[in-house]
């Protein structure tokens, strides 16, 4: 299938170079052109502006947050046109939009796609690049019915599983953030039980192991949990200036509601705490650094 | 080996049970008699008190909290009794403690137990009744190592594992509160992103199968978030009421030590909360009531 | 002096008339009609279009909110073009935005003012509509030192004080939200204490009086911490959204530059427990009721 | 009259002064006897031990804390022994306790004097040490409304205030801790309010005299956010530590009645922070400190 995608950074890319593998044709396109080199030697074909690479049936977009959407696809008038030309050619486009986006421009972009005639599928994904390059992603899939039917054979070349979501777009969004709220927390709860075992002179490893060991195995204690008892923060597998937009996602989108999430807000200072110490493009995991330091005992 | 234990509630009993099964001698005392029965039926001898029971070499204990050991051993003279005793008869007796403690009492224990010449072993366990009956718990230990060199095969009836947590019986301590504080830090995050997705009328159902089959796999995402999703508080396998009492002891732990533990003072508020109205006596997870209220919406 | 007036809620109403008290002549223009009639009434005159009132040479406005503002005056190219009317008829209008918005907003309204040949002068104000009718507004003025030296004749007329803060327009802004989040902690600790107390069986009346006799002298801990202490929160003299609004632009002023504010955040949780539980019309003080629900014991 | 004292630390020392004074006979004990020097350089009389203070019909006590009390008072027997002594002479004692004490201990002490036969005022004090040597505490009194009465003579001679808390000892302790409370969230709302301005060059100076001249006027707003303003925490008039510890205590009143306190488990954690940078022995102003500190903009 003819298949276009806008946003190549280390998910997008990675994405893309799936479904080339895939057997599918994809044309792509990208703020920044270098991005482009490893997709295109993977057997892309370069489109010559985001507006063009809507002449394919299904358009995937995997773009930073919703500014960045808001400008390249809404402001700017191209996905009003690629909808008129798809009405008056009779030929309806699906857009898959993999992006974290806030709740509010969840329902926004579904109501701006259903004016101008084009099936809006808000495709969230649960994973990190490598888990991305490894065609294991979850994907957390609402909108149109008919429109996520068409698109199930692609997400299947890109993930280990699809999440049915519903119709209603806003659904898979908010459940991505609900998932990264628990995430963090899983994060702060680790590195607050680090800096305890730490002052009684426990190493942070034995408490990690411990746990992953028993009540909590899988990635996520393992994983951060090791980077923390490690206090090695680097690569970043998850950005800690990330990991703060998806808190203020969710915090907005119970705002929205009148949902108080006081764990969310703490969360939300820790990040802060980290990005204002220098530690936004670290790992998520550093927020062990910012509870050891709280506590006055650097690791 | 003959034993001798003390405090027989739904987790004591179990263990003292397990310790009959594997060929032990024990000979138990409880405040309340009728907790002894179950026990006695298993095969245990009823002590005519609590200072009896340390006829035997080895003592495991299961009281409630700081109070009730102060109160039984140690202001009672019990200890300072048995264990001029045992000096007096050229034997050490080994006293076994599996409650969860604060900090600053599981030094003070090891320190008067050492005064009077007693091995004293920081014991407790990670687990449930149903884990406890099924011998599977893991016991995090810590004191002497000849001593604990010595029970080890009594562990290994009642325990599926045992961690050694060294010479400090502190340290098996607060292992214990860190890692129920997680535990609880767990539970929060899991009632408030429930909170956020039934704003969203998504079923919590969801949100919990999707993290436990992916992120978040093991015991406490499944079966406490299975109790968030289905709002079904009851019966108690971990009563609210105690996990206050362990985040509080792990507040306790870090203000000793002058570690700040923004996370856990949240979990003691919204535990608090959950006593407020009633639900004490409920399961932990009904921190699922308390993000369900606080956004006035009940489930 | 002509001026121009846009937004006549119950602030911009009060100090409508008392710049029409004053001497001025005062054009005005109210997104719903029916809110012009008491200054009508005062003297005013009704201008056809929020255009029309920059016929003036100063402006001020009291609108809602950042998307108000952007809406009415940046979307709608109205400030675009009277800026470059007052070019091309070689005067320079002055703007005065006794708005509170957000640190972001002012900025960029300071730059597209500045774009457009408009001085821009930020000038929230401190004062409930009681105090603004009676002209004891504190005013924090910040922008080009020449115009705000030329309406300073205007603010005396609705003021008891101008505090000067300096050439940018952000920082009258900050210190605002600064104030207001200072406001709402004090009614959060007067909430919690009342709390407090009121579990002992003491009259919170009794604190009430207590501090603002002694420590807390002033208006608030008298004003909100008597609502408090009578559980009477309506009518409303500063509403809980309202509240929560600036509460929310204080988190966002400290995200920006990274500054955490957990204390903040904390503001943000309750006072959404208000707005959930169908208080967000009634009193800042209704943090009252939010502390008193949380330990299950309403007043 | 003859008038015992007990504990004469910067605020006992203060206070036993303006009894002696205001004409009193005072015999004074301390744990460390070079405190007794400029008492009884002011004409008091040291007693030889604490028990001999109880000769005298009337004893003030300001100590430490809870387990100075209990130590010194309790556990020696002495309180047992004077209200067995003052029953046989056929004189009732009165014990007036200043300390600040925690509602359970309060309680406590209420029934043991009961128990002894001498009459207990809880009598906690607001105003720091040069509050004191002023004589214009205020003092907040429980207890047998008989015995009040009788040393509210005394009361006078120290303080400008005694507020009537009721016969019910604890009364006296939670308002105290309440008032407490509101005073570190009072701290806490300026150290953000000012990292917060700070961050967009703001002189936090602006922002105390703007909020101490307008809504907060009175010595707390003024006193310690000019010590925040100045980045000034020495010398101590209020320590850091004492802060944390009648956080502590309002604390754990509010959860002896079930009362989730989220604003105080803040204070708890920014103090606690304070004190893991050194910061205990400084003024609690230094929570100024903590927050500049997160925001990683030191002033």
Chains 1, 2, 3, 4 share one sequence.
């Not at 991305?132 to 599983?161: E, H, N, Y």
Request: proline share 4%; aromatic share 4%.
């Amino acid at each position: 299938m003819e298949i276009g995608f806008i946003g190549l950074g280390n998910m997008g890319a990675a994405i893309a170079i799936n479904l080339i593998k895939g057997g599918q044709s994809v044309s792509i396109w990208n703020r920044t052109a270098t991005a482009l080199k490893p997709v295109l030697d993977a057997g892309a074909m370069a489109a010559t502006d985001a507006e063009a690479v809507f002449a394919a049936p299904v358009v995937f977009s995997m773009l930073a947050d919703d500014a960045a959407i808001q400008g390249l696809l809404l402001d700017s008038g191209v996905l009003e046109r690629v909808g008129a030309a798809g009405r008056a050619g009779g030929k309806r486009i699906i857009h898959v939009n993999m992006a974290t986006v806030s709740a509010a421009f969840a329902e926004e972009l579904a109501q701006r796609h259903a004016d101008y005639g084009i099936d809006y599928i808000a495709a969230p994904v649960m994973g990190r690049p490598d888990v991305a390059a490894a065609a294991k992603l979850t994907i957390l899939a609402a909108g149109p019915a008919a429109a996520r039917q068409r698109v199930q054979p692609l997400f299947d070349l890109i993930s280990q599983k699809t999440v049915d979501c519903g119709e209603r777009a806003a659904q898979a969004n908010v459940l991505k953030l609900a998932v990264n709220m628990m995430l963090v927390s899983a994060i702060e709860a680790m590195s607050e039980a680090s800096a305890l075992v730490h002052a009684y002179e426990i190493e942070p490893k034995m408490l990690i192991d411990l746990v992953s060991g028993t009540l909590f195995p899988g990635p996520v204690y393992q994983g951060y949990g090791g980077m923390i008892a490690r206090s090695q923060y680097e690569p970043a597998g998850f950005r800690a200036a990330l990991g703060l937009k998806d808190v203020r996602l969710a915090i907005a989108a119970g705002e929205q509601q009148q949902v108080p999430l006081p764990l969310a807000s703490l969360l939300r200072d820790s990040l802060l705490e980290a990005l204002a110490h220098g530690d936004g493009d670290k790992d998520l995991a550093s927020l062990g650094a910012v509870s050891a330091r709280r506590s006055n005992r650097p690791r």
